[in-house]
């Protein structure tokens, strides 16, 4: 019975919070291990990260399928080949083919860069988040994990942090705070769920 968690990362950007989970798996923190980085931009960052870490790394182009079944199926296949047992989005913008979240389902987390329910949904990534929380005059941000459905930034929401934000905040000062935010939270909550999928596999 394998006593590590098998996760595949997704990431479409820099993949600071792909590499805060590695670090934490590594470091045994996180009962798991990251087995493969999929991404759908060949110059992510998160890729470069991958190889240098020594994690298989695989390109998912959407379009180079005929539709969403088709590529479902092809990404299931190498999810399976590679045995991965659960899943996390890290800055990944596109939304899974549905076959891939059934599969997966409460197996698949996000990380958002605010309080969702509050500024999520489609377009509601990077810059374009903070900024609307600012221009909403909003006293608090902060992260959100969640389980992944078929709806942008909907599923069931796992943990929240807040922090305040402040007067002078630019967005870029807000996604700065979050970012640091999200590097300790990400891997807390990844590392309960792992050991809550561990404890079951034993029962
Ligand atoms: C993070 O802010 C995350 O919440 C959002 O995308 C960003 C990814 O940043 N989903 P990075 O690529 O992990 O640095």
Redesign the pocket.
Known sequence: MADKLRLAVF?????????SIIDSCRSGSIPGEVVLVISNKKDA??LVRAEKAGIDRHLFLRKSFSDSDTAGHHLLGILNEHGVDMIA????LRKLPPVVIKAYRHRIV????ALLPKFGGKGM??MRVHRAVIEAGEKESG?TIHYTDEIYDHGQIIEQEKIPVYPDDTPETL?AR??EV?HQLYPRVIKSLAEKILKERKQ
Do not use: M
Request: net charge negative; glycine share 20%.
């Open positions: 990431a479409s950007g820099s993949g600071s919070n792909l590499q960052y998160g989005l890290a800055g990944y996000n990380i958002h860069p990534y990077g992260a996604a979050v970012l999200e």
